[in-house]
């Protein structure tokens, strides 16, 4: 089932691994694995990924990011497909996907022996990234007809809890998650306060805004591994910080 409509699908470069999470989901349809499990899936390979940056596999480092791109992907695609959707599981995927994000830069920046700063730096980068992309996409797919609408623009409150989860646990890991994502939000949101009024971004757009998309950036860095060219991981990621603004100045100016 697709986010958008049909004449708003643009091709997003970092949704590579959604055939594989199609497949996957497909595959778990009928059993007693719910999507949940599929979450703690995807944080355990990204786990491996980092024991093997460590062992100095980074061929295999690389392909395990790329293989939790499309594990990250079934995730959704289980839940549609069961019918069961779930705010836990939708916070948790976020909360997971932001914690790992910190722990591959953390992983790189040891193995690399950069200054703390620098791990900063690029990790802050990284995920205003990823937030400018999630901004400008949760926009057009809830103003658009037929579009997905089940994430909100604007994250302030605690949605009510759905079938099967109580409003208590919903409402721990909506904090949680409002306290790991709330800054950057607040950054995109002052950046670009009108977009959300934006009926329709064009599909060229969009193309050029999921470099930023976290599967996109985890292809960057399993790239970089596997040439053997880690140092250049966090110094790249910094530098790809400064064209948001020029993104930015391009939806303010050419799209209305």
Known sequence: ???LSAENQFLDLSDYGRSFGRFLAKSLQKTKYTPIHVTFLFGFCGLLSIVSMLSGYYILAGFLLLLKSGIDAADGE???LKKTPS???RYLDSIFDILLNFMFLGTIAYITNSHFSLLIAAFFGLQLQGTLYNYYYVILRNN???GDATSKVFEINAPKALPGETQRAVNNIFKMYLSLYGVYDRIIYFLDASAYKVKRFPNWFMTILSVYGLG?????MAVFLAMNLIH???????AMTFPILILVLIRKKMIK
Not at 216 to 220: E, G, K, M
Not at 232 to 238: E, G, Q, R, S, V
């Open 144 to 146: 658009t007809l037929g």
């Open 216 to 220: 996109f950036q985890l292809l960057i």
């Open 78 to 80: 289980l839940a549609r």
């Open 87 to 89: 705010y836990i599981g």
């Open 232 to 238: 250049y991981i966090l110094p790249f990621f910094i």
């Open 1 to 3: 089932m697709s986010k």
